[in-house]
């Protein structure tokens, strides 16, 4: 009963509902086109539920270019639980996003012993309408996930340092622990790379194991130094994060062709995407699910950004002392967002707000202690003991919540469907976004309007034209409507560029083979089935080319392999059929 009747489960029970309440009816929403088929619904090993086969897959393959064995863990076991039904997955993002919220609250209330400043801080973890691409985008779950256990890491890392001295097996279990932690994080998704020196940052606050006097520096210094070496092992983590990354990005072709940018290009871009986060956060309303990437911001506005950031910074560190938090929680911010923020990129996102969830924590407690310093004139609450409820902090803190509620409610709305999703993103871009116009295509082309499917793709080529993905989409479609002229002039710059794509090779294949140039097309057709053995599209072109160069039984061996994998493959029963009636 106690447990029940605990002070601190009632905040949590009421951030929960709070959860349910904007973003539950997200039972009800689709998957969207925007990753979930591949990463998902259409992905070979995922549909087959959680077996050991698909368990393994998991943990040695990364995801379409992401390594994140953890979540896509989940997504097999949801798939064995709920089939194809969306609503399923995306109850279990959100019971994901309740679980990390009732953490954050727990974990920083502990470390910073101000529960009033950071209870303001969770509601705005679990409402404020940038989380609602995390929260209803079911691949998104990559987000949530590690954030789980990056604020358990930061708990146990806070328990290891509250050990006395001499309880060396205490110390080295929860040290130990902490590291686990580290690890299912990057297993997860690699964001929190630079976990070690936010760690570093709390030691100075809360948890006062470093004093930085000037006067003393040498002693400053010796501390300092002692510190950071006991995040070795975290960096040790952090750099296996890295290389799962890189990892992940080389199996999607990331770093083939031009598509990585060096760092030295991107400082300008990565300072001006910290400004673009900053204002989606300030005004939560012109949210869309992928930015324009092939956009380079102009010379003013990079030294415009320099500048705030330069300013924000300065701020932070004039109040060192005084207000410790002010640095710590605005590291918590740059640091957490800095691997995302643009330096290394591949271009195909400019920014991508889903990558706030973490960052946007550090300047969510920010807020929360700077309204409570306002509304108390105390700097933090005392020593072990619970702040009073003033009204001066909870009635603009209420008032923000609600206001913020409402937006995110509106905003999680259009998630619904990829097309309300796709809509209200050209209504937001003025009809210029690219992925919208390509999801678009998709839709009409499955409703049968071809006409407006193939304006809405004609248009995506026409905003990003050096778009792989695009090109390829709209070679898929004219294959489809059999207008194999037109394709091939695209797959042939297309075998350029990713020759070792079993996809772009499969296209031009078919490609080859509708202008009737059979002999052509085996070529490119045995290229991708040796990459892809079990690719029905694959199997199905190079059974129909087999069949009309006269190899008729390598033909039928083909479009039988193809049946096996997919005996709802009408194409291959068709030709199979049209090949034992000759």
């Given at each position: 009963?106690?447990?029940?009747?605990?002070?601190h489960w009632w905040p949590m029970i009421a951030l929960a509902i709070l959860c349910i309440a904007v973003y539950g009816r997200c039972i009800t929403f689709e998957y969207v086109l925007y990753d979930d088929p591949n990463i998902i619904f259409e992905n070979e090993h995922v549909i087959q539920?959680?077996?050991?086969?698909?368990?393994?897959?998991?943990?040695?393959?990364?995801?379409?270019?992401?390594?994140?064995?953890?979540?896509?863990?989940?997504?097999?076991?949801?798939?064995?639980?709920?089939?194809?039904?969306?609503?399923?997955?995306?109850?279990?993002?959100?019971?994901?996003?309740?679980?990390?919220?009732?953490?954050?609250?727990?974990?920083?209330?502990?470390?910073?012993?101000?529960?009033?400043?950071?209870?303001?801080?969770?509601?705005?973890?679990?409402?404020?309408?940038?989380?609602?691409?995390?929260?209803?985008?079911?691949?998104?779950?990559?987000?949530?996930?590690?954030?789980?256990?990056?604020?358990?890491?930061?708990?146990?890392?806070?328990?290891?340092?509250?050990?006395?001295?001499?309880?060396?097996?205490?110390?080295?279990?929860?040290?130990?622990?902490?590291?686990?932690?580290?690890?299912?994080?990057?297993?997860?998704?690699?964001?929190?790379?630079?976990?070690?020196?936010?760690?570093?940052?709390?030691?100075?606050?809360?948890?006062?194991?470093?004093?930085?006097?000037?006067?003393?520096?040498?002693?400053?210094?010796?501390?300092?130094?002692?510190?950071?070496?006991?995040?070795?092992?975290?960096?040790?983590?952090s750099g296996l994060g890295v290389f799962f990354a890189f990892y992940g990005k080389r199996d999607f072709g990331a770093f083939k062709g031009s598509r990585i940018m060096s760092p030295l290009e991107n400082i300008g871009f990565a300072m001006t995407g910290f400004i673009r986060y900053l204002f989606h956060l300030i005004y939560p309303d012109r949210y869309i699910m992928g930015f324009i990437a092939d956009w380079t911001p102009p010379l003013w506005m990079v030294f415009g950004a320099a500048l705030i950031l330069i300013?924000?910074?300065?701020?932070?560190?004039?109040?060192?002392?005084?207000?410790?938090?002010?640095?710590?929680?605005?590291?918590?911010?740059?640091?957490?967002?800095?691997?995302?923020?643009?330096?290394?990129?591949?271009?195909?996102?400019?920014?991508?707000?889903?990558?706030?969830?973490?960052?946007?924590?550090?300047?969510?407690?920010?807020?929360?202690?700077?309204?409570?310093?306002?509304?108390?004139?105390?700097?933090?609450?005392?020593?072990?003991?619970?702040?009073?409820?003033?009204?001066?902090?909870?009635?603009?803190?209420?008032?923000?919540?609600?206001?913020?509620?409402?937006?995110?409610?509106?905003?999680?709305?259009?998630?619904?469907?990829?097309?309300?999703?796709?809509?209200?993103?050209?209504?937001?871009?003025?009809?210029?976004?690219?992925?919208?116009?390509?999801?678009?295509?998709?839709?009409?082309?499955?409703?049968?309007?071809?006409?407006?499917?193939?304006?809405?793709?004609?248009?995506?080529?026409?905003?990003?034209?050096?778009?792989?993905?695009?090109?390829?989409?709209?070679?898929?479609?004219?294959?489809?409507?059999?207008?194999?002229?037109?394709?091939?002039?695209?797959?042939?710059?297309?075998?350029?560029?990713?020759?070792?794509?079993?996809?772009?090779?499969?296209?031009?294949?078919?490609?080859?083979?509708?202008?009737?140039?059979?002999?052509?097309?085996?070529?490119?057709?045995?290229?991708?089935?040796?990459?892809?053995?079990?690719?029905?599209?694959?199997?199905?072109?190079?059974?129909?080319?087999?069949?009309?160069?006269?190899?008729?039984?390598?033909?039928?061996?083909?479009?039988?392999?193809?049946?096996?994998?997919?005996?709802?493959?009408?194409?291959?029963?068709?030709?199979?059929?049209?090949?034992?009636?000759?």
């Amino acid at each position: 009963m106690k447990l029940i009747t605990s002070r601190h489960w009632w905040p949590m029970i009421a951030l929960a509902i709070l959860c349910i309440a904007v973003y539950g009816r997200c039972i009800t929403f689709e998957y969207v086109l925007y990753d979930d088929p591949n990463i998902i619904f259409e992905n070979e090993h995922v549909i087959q539920g959680l077996t050991w086969d698909s368990a393994r897959w998991a943990i040695l393959h990364p995801n379409f270019g992401l390594y994140m064995p953890l979540p896509t863990l989940t997504f097999m076991l949801d798939y064995s639980l709920y089939g194809d039904w969306a609503g399923g997955f995306h109850v279990s993002t959100l019971l994901w996003h309740i679980l990390c919220v009732c953490l954050f609250y727990r974990v920083m209330g502990r470390l910073t012993k101000n529960y009033t400043a950071v209870f303001f801080a969770s509601a705005l973890v679990a409402i404020h309408p940038v989380q609602a691409m995390t929260i209803n985008w079911i691949s998104a779950r990559n987000e949530i996930m590690p954030a789980v256990f990056l604020l358990l890491c930061i708990d146990l890392y806070r328990r290891y340092t509250e050990q006395e001295k001499g309880a060396y097996r205490k110390s080295a279990f929860f040290y130990a622990m902490s590291l686990f932690c580290m690890f299912l994080g990057m297993m997860s998704k690699q964001g929190a790379v630079l976990l070690p020196i936010v760690l570093l940052l709390f030691d100075y606050w809360p948890l006062k194991r470093i004093e930085i006097s000037f006067s003393r520096f040498p002693k400053t210094l010796s501390r300092a130094l002692t510190l950071a070496a006991e995040k070795i092992p975290y960096m040790l983590f952090s750099g296996l994060g890295v290389f799962f990354a890189f990892y992940g990005k080389r199996d999607f072709g990331a770093f083939k062709g031009s598509r990585i940018m060096s760092p030295l290009e991107n400082i300008g871009f990565a300072m001006t995407g910290f400004i673009r986060y900053l204002f989606h956060l300030i005004y939560p309303d012109r949210y869309i699910m992928g930015f324009i990437a092939d956009w380079t911001p102009p010379l003013w506005m990079v030294f415009g950004a320099a500048l705030i950031l330069i300013i924000i910074t300065a701020l932070a560190l004039s109040q060192l002392w005084r207000r410790p938090w002010a640095i710590v929680l605005w590291g918590w911010f740059f640091f957490f967002l800095f691997p995302v923020s643009g330096l290394v990129r591949y271009a195909e996102e400019s920014i991508a707000l889903r990558y706030l969830y973490v960052p946007s924590m550090g300047l969510f407690l920010l807020l929360g202690f700077g309204l409570y310093e306002l509304s108390t004139g105390k700097v933090q609450a005392q020593k072990n003991k619970e702040p009073a409820i003033a009204p001066a902090y909870w009635v603009p803190a209420l008032l923000l919540l609600v206001l913020l509620s409402a937006l995110a409610f509106r905003q999680s709305g259009f998630w619904a469907t990829s097309e309300i999703l796709a809509q209200r993103a050209l209504v937001v871009t003025h009809g210029n976004n690219a992925l919208a116009h390509n999801h678009l295509g998709v839709i009409r082309g499955r409703q049968g309007l071809q006409k407006q499917a193939f304006a809405h793709m004609e248009k995506c080529v026409e905003l990003e034209p050096n778009r792989n993905i695009w090109l390829t989409n709209y070679a898929i479609m004219l294959n489809t409507a059999e207008r194999y002229k037109e394709s091939l002039k695209i797959t042939t710059s297309l075998v350029e560029k990713i020759p070792s794509s079993p996809v772009v090779l499969n296209l031009h294949g078919a490609a080859l083979a509708g202008n009737q140039r059979f002999e052509e097309a085996i070529p490119y057709l045995e290229r991708a089935h040796e990459m892809e053995p079990d690719y029905v599209p694959v199997l199905y072109n190079y059974g129909v080319c087999l069949f009309n160069v006269g190899r008729v039984e390598e033909a039928k061996s083909f479009l039988k392999h193809a049946l096996e994998i997919q005996p709802t493959h009408n194409l291959s029963k068709h030709a199979l059929a049209q090949i034992e009636a000759q």
